[in-house]
């Protein structure tokens, strides 16, 4: 009976913290499920690393980040937003992310997969335009 109701109690706050972080982030960050984007990204001129990036971006990511990393209502997270940023996520955090996957941890939108043949220059490159993008929208 008591290690019920310890189960129980545990259950509940895992449910409460789960709601707490999902209700916590503002409306247009809450997953919808309807594919919009999430976020405005202003597209600055592109050359070198950060244009060969946009097209490894386009083949591998934006299915799910959406186009110009604004985000996918329902389906992933904006890589155009503060959350991603150098200091909170350094560029070997999206080479761990293609090759291992994620645990789902900011947002409500389940774990994300290793993405299959991205190697790590190609990873560089999709950085590079992720990192442009950022500047060009204010996230240093």
Same mark, same amino acid.
Not at 2 to 26: D, E, M, N, S
């Given at each position: 009976?008591?290690?019920?109701?310890?189960?129980?109690?545990? %259950?509940?706050?895992?449910?409460?913290?789960? @709601?707490?972080?999902?209700? @916590?982030?503002?409306a %247009?960050?809450?997953?919808?499920?309807?594919?919009?984007?999430?976020?405005?990204?202003?597209?600055?001129?592109?050359?070198?690393?950060?244009? @060969?990036?946009?097209?490894?971006?386009?083949?591998?990511?934006? %299915?799910?980040?959406?186009?110009?990393?604004?985000g996918?209502?329902?389906?992933?997270?904006?890589?155009?937003?503060?959350?991603?940023?150098?200091?909170?996520?350094?560029?070997?955090?999206?080479?761990?992310?293609?090759?291992?996957?994620?645990?789902?941890?900011?947002?409500?939108?389940?774990?994300?997969?290793?993405?299959?043949?991205?190697?790590?220059?190609?990873?560089?490159?999709?950085? @590079?335009?992720?990192?442009?993008?950022?500047?060009?929208n204010?996230?240093?």
């Open positions: 009976m008591k290690g019920t109701i310890i189960l129980a109690a545990a %259950a509940a706050g895992v449910a409460a913290i789960a @709601a707490w972080r999902f209700a @916590a982030q503002p %247009a960050m809450q997953s919808a499920g309807t594919g919009t984007p999430m976020v405005r990204v202003a597209v600055p001129g592109l050359s070198g690393e950060a244009a @060969a990036g946009e097209s490894l971006f386009n083949a591998n990511c934006a %299915a799910c980040h959406g186009d110009n990393g604004t996918r209502e329902g389906s992933g997270p904006p890589l155009v937003h503060v959350i991603y940023e150098p200091s909170h996520h350094a560029d070997a955090a999206f080479q761990m992310a293609v090759q291992r996957g994620v645990r789902s941890h900011h947002w409500p939108f389940g774990d994300m997969p290793p993405v299959e043949g991205v190697g790590e220059a190609d990873v560089d490159k999709i950085v @590079a335009y992720v990192r442009t993008l950022q500047r060009a204010g996230i240093h």
